[in-house]
């Protein structure tokens, strides 16, 4: 046979036989048989020697193209069942990616939380310090301090819990205004939210613990429209809308003057609802200018410093936002309840 | 307090505002109303009373005239025709302190017919919700409801002597009420007396011995002003608030007690046609004293205001209010207070503010950004601690509980603690209620009772105060429940504890409580630092399932957080671990046997990780551990890690314990 013939017939059974393999074993033995050091490509390279120089310029050049046919068809032959095994193995892996995943779930933060931390931040952001101050209190910080004197009446309207060492549950968070004047001194922008306590039955809308949010800012010429400003903006934020606030007469003893601040109805826009009982709006929080005596009290000349104070109820916010319409369910620890936040 | 439309309408010349447009002015500028009611052809508007605890004068229909007056620009009637009392008075007035009683005035009238009053008295009163009585009574409540200074009528006949005395009343003196209650009283109970004993409760209510009958045909009219703080004494006192009582809290003008004899004069003439004043005034009274005028600073004002105010818009406003304005220097106001405002209310300019800004329409005040330098806020790193524990605790799966501050003397002894040494509410809600926790177990406890009910698993926590007598100690508390009898709640807990403060330890402890299960309660330690206590529930406290809890202090865990300061560098020579496997008895610690290996090993050590336990047929534990060691500056040769081995195997067998290798 002629060199040529026995390549072209070598080339021929690489082909067959590669289109028959189904492994890469397989291929690999074709490759070693065909092309390997000892194979038979190489076999018949050796009988070079033998041939006229024109017929080994042929031969060899047959060789060459045999040979790149081989190599890419292997290539291609391995592409191919590297492929089929990779999709063989995908498929065996297969899982139901409906099942539950396994380990715990998160908890969740009490409403209560998720309220006071939203006010705090955006407290911060405005440059207000987060202050705190002792559950239990004096007099003197509850009320005294607060020009909240022993036979005022308002004292009535702060149904107080006695302690046996004669100290009190603070009946809101405003001793924080003068613990904090006392401590930093003015200028001073802070809120104080916590836990406050009045002595009345519990039903669905009256708890006698709740949270409030005390705020207060001391600067020099402190004004209304100070205060209506913040409220406006501090409404805005909270309510992630714009929303319109107006301020009325209100009497609170630790401001004057004083004011019961409501915001148009955010159900109605002011047209009036149910909501809103009709008049357009919507009874939010106390605030007003710091009476001086209170500054007094808190070791600041009120003639050099004033500043506006303001309460916000928390808990009330909280249910406002939740839709909350009983509000034992905060204090309730009732994991049904308390998952939803 | 109820103001009658018709009444108003009566003391404001022109009223022509619609009832309802009126109560939402009134709301803006003076107080808040809350709604408008028809009453026969009457309106009647209703006023929050807590928004007038600091107006004497808004107790009264002539006070509120004078606001509306004000707000709608219109003239105000005075309904009080002056009269000249002659002054030979036939009733003689005593009063024992006068700063209980700072006046006293009254008027004697014979020849008075007892009836029904007339309709439009009667529908007057029924409007602002007080029953009409007979004409007498009727006109001391009509006075009472247009002037706010409540009065009192005695029948004459009845009272016993010639003085009426003002005076404490004797310990364990009575009084029948005319609410046909009898009242025990006290020396902190001021009276007015007749020669044989008290015959009204002052500022309050009157006696039923003294009361106007059918038959009274002499009367003594009683027009007093008594302390503010005394008369809400005795009222709270003896649980009884009544319309004359109410007003006087708030601290009422004592020159307004003429004006009420010369109304009821008017009126009574009306009502019971052929009355005759017997005598003159009565009138005891101490100097009434006159507030100095308050300086008011009209670029202050605007200051305050954050709007200029023009100094003839101050003044009418302030004129319209009876205030009396007298400048004293360019732009600077003094401010004579009428007395009905002076007894409490307007002392200060700041008082004048309000005056000046609910006038004018807080909505007529731009919002506008103080101009004040930036400045970061002093922080607050307690609270941020609590909220990354309140995160940390909710990111493995605990959900956040507030429970009350209170809790029952049941309770406590529960929880093992300490009655006496417990913080005490002397008014508890619930007469149990009645000590403040010292401790976030027992709110906790019963949640977890609360919501085994509906759940098979389930964790929880709490961050919150312990209230003890010298101060008050933020606690975290967290609990695990499951329907299981396992006991993986104590070390999910436990991770829960090593989440929070890295390198915490727990050590089994020497002494349990009687709620604590006693195998499986430890402290928990932060070094030689105790920071709380991890324990299981005694089974008997908790039915149906095993309850865990961690317990921790709050401020012990801020102080001992690590601060991260300086990096380590990356180790630049290769490590070498070894497992080493100790057979233990079946109570000897983990943690004993790992820092005893840890000592053996030196300074080699890398580190070392308990891997896991095996028990023995003999009931011995096999306790194995991957120690890894190495050099910080060359790799550890084979001879030198063997040598490393054989000193904790050889120190390990001499100390006692068997090695599996």
């Known amino acids: 046979m002629s060199p040529e013939q026995i390549i072209s017939d070598l080339h021929a059974t690489s082909l067959s036989a590669l289109e028959q393999a189904t492994t890469l074993d397989a291929l690999e033995a074709i490759r070693v048989d065909a092309l390997g050091r000892k194979g038979k490509l190489a076999e018949v390279s050796k009988a070079f020697g033998k041939l006229a120089p024109e017929e080994r310029a042929r031969v060899g050049k047959l060789l060459n193209t045999v040979k790149q046919d081989l190599e890419t068809r292997l290539d291609q032959r391995k592409t191919a069942l590297d492929s089929v095994a990779i999709d063989v193995r995908l498929e065996s892996e297969w899982v139901d990616l409906t099942a539950p995943a396994p380990g715990i779930r998160p908890g969740s933060l009490h409403p209560i939380t998720h309220v006071q931390r939203e006010l705090e931040e955006l407290f911060v952001s405005l440059g207000f310090a987060i202050m705190d101050g002792p559950e239990v209190e004096t007099e003197h910080y509850n009320f005294d301090a607060l020009n909240i004197p022993a036979d005022h009446p308002a004292r009535d309207a702060q149904d107080t819990f006695w302690l046996k060492d004669g100290r009190l549950l603070r009946t809101h968070t405003s001793p924080v205004q003068i613990r904090a004047l006392e401590k930093f001194g003015p200028p001073l922008k802070m809120i104080a939210p916590g836990r406050v306590f009045r002595n009345e039955e519990v039903d669905a809308s009256h708890e006698h613990t709740f949270y409030q949010l005390e705020g207060m800012m001391v600067d020099r010429d402190v004004s209304v429209a100070h205060l209506l400003y913040f409220m406006k903006t501090l409404l805005s934020a909270i309510f992630h809308r714009d929303v319109t606030v107006r301020l009325r007469p209100g009497f609170f003893p630790f401001v004057e003057p004083g004011f019961e601040l409501d915001i148009q109805c955010l159900i109605c826009g002011g047209k009036g609802c149910p909501v809103c009982k009709h008049s357009g709006w919507v009874e939010l929080l106390p605030c007003g200018l710091v009476n001086p005596a209170v500054l007094r009290a808190g070791g600041v000349d009120p003639e050099q410093w004033n500043g506006f104070a303001f309460g916000l109820g928390l808990t009330r916010l909280a249910m406002m936002r939740y839709g909350i319409d009983d509000i034992r369910l905060f204090a309730g620890g009732d994991l049904r309840f308390l998952r939803q936040f | ?90 009733v003689r007035v005593s009063i024992e302190d006068h700063a209980l009683c700072p006046r006293y005035s009254a008027l004697v009238f014979d020849n008075v017919t007892v009836k029904p009053s007339p309709q439009w008295l009667q529908q007057r009163l029924e409007a602002v919700g007080l029953n009409p009585i007979n004409n007498i009574v009727d006109v001391t409540n009509y006075v009472l409801a247009e002037l706010a200074q409540p009065m009192h009528a005695f029948d004459a006949a009845k009272l016993q002597g010639s003085e009426i005395m003002v005076r404490p009343a004797r310990a364990g003196e009575t009084i029948k009420a005319l609410n046909d209650e009898t009242y025990t009283l006290d020396p902190s109970n001021l009276v007015i007396a007749d020669s044989t004993g008290p015959v009204a409760i002052a500022g309050i209510i009157g006696g039923a011995d003294s009361a106007i009958s059918n038959s009274t045909t002499r009367i003594v009219l009683e027009s007093a002003n008594f302390n503010a703080s005394s008369v809400r004494k005795t009222s709270s006192r003896l649980r009884l608030r009544t319309d004359a009582s109410m007003r006087f809290e708030k601290a009422q003008d004592p020159v307004n007690t003429i004006r009420g004899l010369e109304r009821a004069f ?11 004043l017997a005598g003159g005034l009565a009138d005891n009274y101490r100097p009434i004293p006159v507030p100095p005028p308050v300086v008011l600073s009209l670029d202050w004002l605007n200051r305050k205001l954050g709007r200029a105010v023009p100094e003839d818009e101050v003044r009418r406003i302030l004129e319209s209010l009876e205030f009396r304005v007298e400048e004293i220097a360019p732009r600077v106001f003094s401010v004579f207070v009428p007395t009905w405002r ?56 605990f959900t956040e509980v507030h429970n009350y501050s209170f809790i029952s003397e049941d309770t406590a002894r529960v929880f093992s603690v300490d009655v006496s040494a417990q913080v005490q509410v002397s008014n508890p809600i619930v007469s149990d209620q009645n000590l403040l926790r010292t401790s976030l177990l027992p709110g906790i406890w019963k949640n977890i009772r609360d919501n085994a009910r509906h759940f098979d698993r389930f964790r929880l926590f709490e961050i919150g105060r312990a209230i003890h007598p010298d101060g008050e100690v933020p606690r975290f508390t967290a609990a695990m429940f499951a329907k299981d009898n396992g006991a993986s709640g104590v070390f999910e807990l436990k991770r829960l504890a090593e989440c929070l403060l890295p390198g ?72 070498s671990a070894f497992d080493l496997s100790v057979v233990a008895n079946p109570r000897t610690l983990i943690a004993d046997i790992q820092s005893a290996l840890e000592k053996l090993a030196g300074d080699a050590l890398l580190s070392i990780v308990f891997l896991r336990e095996f028990a023995l047929p003999d009931g011995a534990r096999s306790l194995s551990y991957r120690l890894t060691v190495g050099a910080p500056d060359r790799t550890l040769s084979a001879e030198e890690v063997g040598l490393v081995r054989t000193r904790i195997i050889e120190g390990m067998r001499s100390a006692g314990y068997e090695l599996r290798l």
């Not at chain 2, 619609?18 to 709604?35: M, N, R, V, W, Y």
């Not at chain 2, 808004?58 to 509120?64: A, R």
């Open chain 2, 342 to 397: 002076a007894t409490k209310d307007v002392t200060i300019k700041e008082d004048l503010v309000e005056e000046v800004g609910r006038m004018i329409g807080y909505d007529s005040i731009p919002p506008v950004a103080p101009l004040t330098p930036a400045r970061v806020p002093p922080a607050s790193p307690e609270r941020e601690f609590h909220h990354r524990v309140r995160l940390m605790a909710a990111a493995q799966g």
């Open chain 2, 266 to 276: 008017a009126l009574l003439q009306e009502v019971s046609p052929g009355v005759r």
């Open chain 2, 1 to 90: 307090m109820k103001f009658s439309y018709n009444w108003l309408r009566d003391l404001v010349d022109q009223l022509d505002t619609p009832p309802s447009e009126l109560a939402q002015l009134i709301t803006i500028k003076t107080a808040e109303s809350e709604g408008v009611e028809a009453h026969g052809d009457d309106c009647v508007i209703e006023i929050d009373n807590k928004s007038l605890t600091h107006r004497p004068d808004l107790w009264g229909h002539y006070g509120m005239a004078r606001e509306v007056a004000a707000i709608l620009g219109r003239k105000l009637i005075d309904p009080v025709e002056p009269q000249e009392f002659p002054r030979s008075a036939s």
């Open chain 2, 504 to 575: 915490v330890s727990v050590r089994p402890a020497d002494a349990t409580q009687s709620y604590e299960h006693p195998r499986r309660t430890g402290d928990v330690l932060c070094g030689e630092t105790n920071v709380g206590r991890l324990f299981e529930f005694h089974p008997k406290m908790v039915e149906g399932g095993r309850a865990a809890v961690l317990d921790l202090d709050l401020t012990r865990l801020m102080q001992l957080q690590p601060t991260p300061e300086r990096y380590q560098p990356l180790r630049r020579f290769p490590e």
